[in-house]
């Protein structure tokens, strides 16, 4: 730790001891971490006090000169949750001096020249401005990575600032992996930790032992409860695929030996593309998606085209998604027309069957898992947009007095890559007719 981090650290003990804060034994996990670093991943359970433990760490650097801080929730009311606790503080319990100040549109400039602002990631135009000293990310997890990489990380570069996550998580997703960045002792610049809800004592006295932990723990699902609470990264119910990262995932290195197979879902705001090798095995195929193209936004079907090219591998086929025949207006051509012009020859299925999003879920699942418990899909390590899309593709919750709805939702980022696996499946490995076994994965 250098000198100017033991100061600040007195000065927010200090800060505490004056304020009569007392943090339970979760946020003492984020105010005096074993592991000092650049950004934090703090993943929490409910009724933890997330809004105050972010609150209790902005307070002592808005203290300093000229210091810049924003929080960003997905929604504006989000992030008035801990605007909120900084005003109390600040603003009505203390008096601090401002020049401007305006809960409305929850910013605060101090006399010394230090700034607050809340944010909203549902308008990434805010996202714009000036070099911020210090980010909080509050349930970040309900965010697009895109939030963070393209618009927040840049903030960030010039005055060297600090960003903390802080959030309940919801399933494998991107959040995930910047905490296992955290948990990596070979990263300097990364620390994380994850707190269930019964950390906080002043909330559950008697710990994961509580009365209350035990009633919710009866009354809800595992699975929920291990991820609401427990503050644990699970897989969710009403996920589509049963994909388990720690069981289909691996070092697959492409094998010239092997045939390979590209397939492909059009789409000028986040097309997709995957590359595929099979590998017959005491007479069952093993498929091993080695390569990605993932989670690009807004490119041109030309642009596509030669970025697939451009990938080393000796193609079989490529496979893709028959509405790429519609001609598109301004071109007068079909994605698979201008495809042909780059010298990519995409076929597809067009049976009824084969159409059939749910009839081919079911044929994809049979190979991630069949009734057997016998796993056939195996995905490279480096394919995480993939990795991400297959565990968050999920049905639309089920609701007391309502038909269910089977099609899955499309949610416009990890339907895309399900998309293009399903029209490889169904390409490569073609659906019979009879038999066929459309069910949610519960």
Not at 42 to 49: A, N, T, Y
Not at 77 to 100: C, D, H, N, Y
Not at 398 to 405: A, I
């Amino acid at each position: 730790m250098t000198k100017k981090q033991e100061l600040f650290l007195e000065h927010k003990r200090n800060w505490y001891e004056f304020t009569k804060y007392q943090p339970h034994n979760g946020q003492e996990k984020l105010h005096f971490p074993d592991k000092e670093a650049r950004f934090t991943v703090s993943v929490c359970g409910r009724r933890w006090g997330k809004s105050i433990g972010a609150s209790k760490e902005i307070e002592p650097l808005l203290l300093q000169p000229n210091k810049r801080v924003w929080v960003v929730a997905p929604t504006y009311s989000g992030a008035e949750k801990v605007f909120r606790e900084v005003w109390r503080e600040l603003i009505m319990k203390q008096g601090q001096p401002t020049r401007r100040a305006s809960y409305k549109d929850m910013y605060i400039e101090f006399e010394w020249g230090s700034v607050f602002e809340g944010k909203s990631a549902d308008n990434p135009n805010s996202l714009v401005g000036e070099g911020l000293d210090y980010l909080v990310l509050d349930e970040c997890a309900k965010m697009k990575k895109v939030i963070w990489e393209m618009y927040l990380r840049p903030t960030l570069s010039d005055r060297k600032g600090k960003a903390l996550f802080i959030t309940t998580p919801e399933g494998y997703n991107w959040i995930y992996d910047l905490y296992l960045l955290g948990q990596d002792k070979n990263e300097k610049n990364w620390n994380s930790f994850n707190s269930p809800s019964w950390e906080n004592q002043y909330a559950y006295p008697n710990g994961q032992n509580d009365e209350d932990i035990q009633e919710v723990r009866k009354n809800i699902d595992k699975t929920v409860f291990d991820q609401e609470y427990g503050a644990k990264f699970t897989s969710m119910a009403g996920r589509v695929y049963p994909f388990d990262r720690n069981l289909d995932c691996g070092n697959y290195p492409y094998n010239h030996s092997l045939p390979t197979y590209c397939a492909i879902d059009f789409g000028y705001r986040m097309p997709s593309a995957g590359w595929f090798q099979v590998e017959i095995r005491n007479g069952k195929p093993h498929i091993y998606i080695i390569d990605e193209i993932c989670h690009k936004k807004n490119v041109k079907t030309d642009e596509f085209a030669k970025m697939i090219k451009q990938r080393p591998y000796r193609i079989v086929a490529y496979f893709g998604d028959p509405a790429g025949k519609n001609v598109q207006a301004q071109s007068g051509l079909g994605d698979i027309d201008i495809f042909r012009r780059f010298g990519i020859s995409v076929r597809s299925v067009r049976d009824k069957t084969s159409r059939s999003i749910n009839a081919g879920i079911s044929h994809v699942r049979s190979f991630i898992e069949n009734a057997d418990k016998e796993r056939y899909l195996h995905v490279d390590y480096k394919c995480k947009g993939l990795s991400e899309d297959l565990e968050n593709y999920r049905y639309p919750p089920e609701k007391e007095g309502m038909n269910l709805k089977l099609d899955p939702i499309k949610d416009g980022y990890h339907d895309h890559g399900c998309d293009m696996i399903r029209y490889f499946f169904i390409n490569r490995f073609p659906i019979r007719q009879q038999g066929i076994n459309i069910v949610r994965n519960k």
